[in-house]
């Protein structure tokens, strides 16, 4: 949390004085966009670490990862949302099909896909509690289930599409 502050404190900090460089527009021209792309870029990469240090502090690795590059260029999975209902409204990928997390059942899950060898990626936000529901597949006997690494916030952020409920 500290390493959030003192990168909001150093952004405000930045703005501030960039408002000063904005009196002069051929300044601004030559000085703040370099500046802005800089710290957007600084501040994206830093958002990727602070996911790989989730995923490396909270999974236990159990169910083996999947990049979301590596299945945009596959498309034999099926996939399953483990985000509660109020997000899955919000975006979703191509085709999944939403299981949840707190009321994951799994007697819904071998209506949904009773053949214990189909190809299964599980994803949530980030790949936290898709890799709970990847555990409790693979104890039900699926022998094939993965977990997108980086989830959905990974999809989206590479450009990736998404879907809300309405299919838009």
Not at 45 to 68: A, C, F, M, R, W
Not at 108 to 115: A, G, H, L, R
Not at 135 to 145: A, H, N, P
Request: proline share 4%; hydrophobic share 40%.
């Amino acid at each position: 949390m500290q390493y959030h502050y003192n990168a909001v404190k150093l952004v405000y900090v930045m703005i501030v004085g960039l408002v000063y460089l904005l009196i002069d527009t051929d300044l601004t021209m030559k000085i703040l966009l370099p500046l802005v792309a800089f710290f957007l870029c600084f501040l994206n990469s830093h958002g990727q670490q602070d996911i790989e240090n989730t995923l490396q502090k909270l999974n236990n690795h159990s169910v083996p990862y999947i990049t979301t590059d590596e299945l945009n260029l596959q498309s034999q999975f099926t996939l399953l949302d483990a985000r509660e209902k109020q997000e899955y409204a919000v975006s979703k990928l191509p085709g999944a099909v939403r299981i949840g997390y707190t009321n994951f059942n799994p007697t819904n899950i071998q209506t949904i896909i009773p053949d214990k060898n189909t190809p299964i990626v599980v994803y949530c936000s980030i790949g936290v509690r898709s890799e709970k529901i990847g555990e409790e597949l693979i104890k039900l006997g699926y022998t094939q289930v993965l977990n997108l690494y980086g989830g959905i916030f990974d999809w989206k952020n590479k450009g990736y599409l998404v879907y809300n409920s309405k299919g838009q």
